[in-house]
């Protein structure tokens, strides 16, 4: 199923175009410390960012990957990125956010990501999604726990292209 545009009272929820490459660099990718705790590396280059929404560009109609871009939708400024995908390594769904810094406490990434679990629930009829975050991270577990995920167990947690391994905490959505 093609990635569909979602919206919330605030938000706009919409594939990833290549327009948006500067945009998704200046707002997340440079910034090493959005990027400590993520999967990720953060770019110092646009050209990485180029690539990397070439390769979302390319999952736009997989039935495995829905990633969105996230915006405000009164001035159409880019927030950050939500993706719900399937981890091959459990074989279930998992849930994933990062905003840029100046988007941070302001309850964006809850807003976003309800909508993208009513869709997962409503369209997807996925039936359970898992999470996970760094312990140190804080903010990530109040995102989750405000979500209705449950922990389940701790976990080693790797971020940075496996560079950094730091003690996580793992969660399960029953829908």
């Known amino acids: 199923m093609k990635t569909p545009i979602l919206e919330t009272d605030r938000l706009v929820l919409r594939p990833f175009c290549m327009e948006d490459a500067q945009n998704v660099f200046d707002c997340w990718e440079r910034d090493p410390n959005v990027a400590k705790y993520m999967f990720w590396e953060s770019h110092n280059d646009v050209n990485k960012t180029i690539d990397w929404v ?29 993706l719900i995908y399937v981890d091959e390594e459990y074989e279930k769904f998992e849930i ?65 292209g496996r560079k950094n391994i730091y003690d996580g905490r793992e969660y399960v959505l029953e829908l």
Do not use: P
């Open 54 to 82: 070439k390769k979302e560009l390319s999952k736009v109609s997989a039935d495995d990957w829905y990633r969105w871009a996230i915006l405000l939708k009164e001035t159409g400024e880019l927030l950050g990125t939500g």
């Open 96 to 160: 994933a956010y990062n905003l840029g810094k100046k988007a941070w406490g302001f309850g964006y990434t809850v807003e976003a990501m309800l909508e993208v679990i009513k869709f997962a629930k409503e369209e997807l009829r996925i039936k359970e999604i898992m999470g996970r975050h760094a312990k140190e991270n804080v903010a990530s577990g109040i995102v989750l726990e405000k979500l209705g995920f449950r922990y389940i167990k701790d976990i080693q947690y790797e971020c940075n």
